[in-house]
């Protein structure tokens, strides 16, 4: 896996700036890129990013890609598996983390109160 990420020292993130939703995403979710760049058309690279949902938004379908993805719920709630008007699902606290292989049929995603989430993804 062809690493494309820079060297980075502790510094600090402005969290007011630099957010923009992804495409497929419905407004109200946002990510941050820390690192890198993930080429899913030439199936390389990773990335790290934040991911934040606003109170009440959720997504409607479940997510399937071809990369690798780690997740750590940060702050805030995150339910999964809730159905296409939001509602039902596992609901978990901060703290917990997520490891899918390629292929991993994961979600629909909900938040009640928002949430921030840390995300890595990479080919192999």
């Not at 495409?23 to 199936?43: F, R, S, T, V, W």
């Not at 805030?76 to 939001?86: I, M, P, R």
């Amino acid at each position: 896996m062809p690493i494309n990420k820079p060297h980075l020292e502790f510094h600090r993130l402005d969290m007011s700036r630099g957010w923009e939703t992804p495409p497929g995403y419905p407004a109200g979710i946002e990510q941050k890129i820390l690192a890198g760049a993930l080429d899913e058309a030439q199936k390389n690279g990773s990335r790290t990013r934040l991911l934040r949902f606003q109170p009440g938004i959720y997504t409607t379908e479940p997510f399937v890609h071809d990369y690798w993805e780690e997740v750590y719920l940060v702050d805030g709630d995150l339910t999964v598996g809730n159905d296409s008007e939001g509602r039902g699902g596992e609901s978990f606290a901060p703290g917990t983390y997520a490891c899918r292989p390629p292929g991993a049929v994961h979600g629909p995603f909900k938040s009640n109160r928002g949430c921030l989430l840390l995300e890595i993804h990479y080919y192999e």
